[in-house]
């Protein structure tokens, strides 16, 4: 379920230390009903599961964008982290550098196999957040997955938001393009995968 920003604003997430000059792009209630611990399962599910087998729409849709990125030279060394932009790390405070920065994401969501150059390294990790970056010439991203508490308050599940620092007015102009397909094509393929996974998952957890 799509949230409005305030959902991601009006939360004290450490993440917002470090991307004030940042807009939200999306918030989203993600399907991964758990407990108050479960942050650190979901994340290294997130970015460590391969087997899953998402929609043929969303993997083309992402293929498509690795051809796309190729063919235009949006995702050439030199554009990512470290290189374009300086790493978020640089702007970690002190406690959280000092704590496990969590595990990158390696591949697409959803299918490891998918493959393509694009990479979010992890920034840092704490009990309730998780926050990773992606640089290309289009955008420096951020992924922050939150765990909240569900409105009943008999337990927790994740919320993601996407930030963004677009590259100049070809950046807005690209963000702008595909907001439409994002809304209509891939968040809900998405969320469909992860309601579907966790399930299967939670379902095969030991009691």
Known sequence: MR?????????PWRVHEITKDFE?????ELPTPGGPDDLGRLVQWFTSRGDDDPPIVL?????????LGGLF???????????????????VPAD???????????????????GGPAVFSSVYQTHDEW??????????????????PDASGSGYHAQMAVLVKPNGPFGRAYMAAIRPFRYALVYPLLLRTIERSWQIREGDRPL
């Open 59 to 67: 993997r083309a849709l992402f293929a498509v964008r690795w051809k």
């Open 131 to 148: 926050a990773a970056e992606l640089s290309n010439k289009t955008v420096h991203a951020v992924l922050h997955i939150g765990w909240v």
């Open 24 to 28: 939200v792009e999306d918030v989203w």
């Open 96 to 114: 959280l550098l000092e704590a496990p920065r969590g595990p990158d994401v390696r591949a697409v969501p959803g299918r490891a196999d998918v």
């Open 3 to 11: 949230l409005p920003t305030s959902a991601h604003t009006s939360r």
């Open 73 to 91: 030279g949006w995702d050439r060394p030199g554009s990512g982290v470290g290189e374009r932009v300086h790493s978020l790390r640089a702007r």
